[in-house]
C-alpha cells in the first residue's frame, strides 16, 4: 500500500507499436508496481482488466493538462504511469510532461520536486514497421512528424524537401488526419518534386496488430489514400530497393556485397 508520505514517481512509459511481445520487461514491471495510469483513451484501453490500477483517460490534444494531473497525484506519493504508444520520447508524452514542469508556477514547483520523473523507452513505430519490412533504414534516415498542430506546414515541406536532396530515407508519422486530410498529399507533392518516380515509398498501417497491412509501391503510384493516421510512411533513399518480398537500404553507397 502507498502511503502518502512515500516519495511519488512519475514514470513516463512506451507500450510499443500494439503486439504484447513488444513491450519491454521494464515497462512490463512499472505496471506491475503502479497504481494509477494517465493517457489517451486507446492506451488507457490496452491496460484495462487491470484491477489494481486507477485509470485515467483523456483525449488526443490534452497532453498539458494530463501531465500535470499526473504530476499532482504523484506529488501524494503515488506510482503514476504516463502512457504513450512506442517511445515516450518519439512525438509523444515525455516532451510534454517536461514543458510542464519548465513553464510551472511557483506553488507547482514547490509541490512537483519531490517526484522522482522516470522515462523508459518503447519500441517505436518507425522501428516495428522497418523490421517487418525488411532494413528499409540501414542507412542514415530522418523521421518527421507530418501533423501541422505543432508546427507550420512551410517547415514541414522544408525539411521533407532538404531531406530528400540529402537522401536521407525518411520515416514520416502522422502522415494525415481528419482534420487534416491535405497532409500526406502536401507531401508527396514535395517527394515528386524531389525525387524519381522509381523511390520506393512503404506504407505500414497498424503494424504488429491482427490487421497489420504492408503496401510498397514506387513514388509515381503512391497516392494520399494509402495513409491515414495508424499509418507510417517511410520513403527509401536513392539506393533502396527490394530483394524478394523485403525492403532494404544498402549500407553504403556504391559498394556491392562481395561473393
Ligand atoms: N510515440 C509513438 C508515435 C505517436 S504519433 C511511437 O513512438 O510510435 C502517432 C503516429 O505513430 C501514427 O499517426 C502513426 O503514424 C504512428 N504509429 C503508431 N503506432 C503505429 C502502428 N502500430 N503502426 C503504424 N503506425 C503507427
Known sequence: MTHASSQGRLTVVGL????????????????????????????????????HLTLHASDNREELERARAALHLAAQGKQVLMLSSGDPGVFAMASAVFEVLEYAAPDEQLLWQAVHIEVQPGITAMLAAAARLGAPLGHDFCTINLSDNLKPAEVIERRICLAAQADFAMAFYNPCSKSRPQGFERALKVLRQECEPERLICFARNVSRPDETLNVVPLAAASAEMADMRTLVIVGNSLTRKVGPHVYTPRSYGVQARG
Open 16 to 51: 510499443g507499436p500494439g503486439n504484447a511481445e513488444l513491450l519491454t520487461q521494464q515497462v512490463r514491471n512499472s505496471i506491475a508496481s503502479a497504481t494509477d495510469a494517465f493517457g489517451y483513451f486507446p492506451y488507457i484501453e490496452r491496460l484495462s482488466g487491470l484491477e
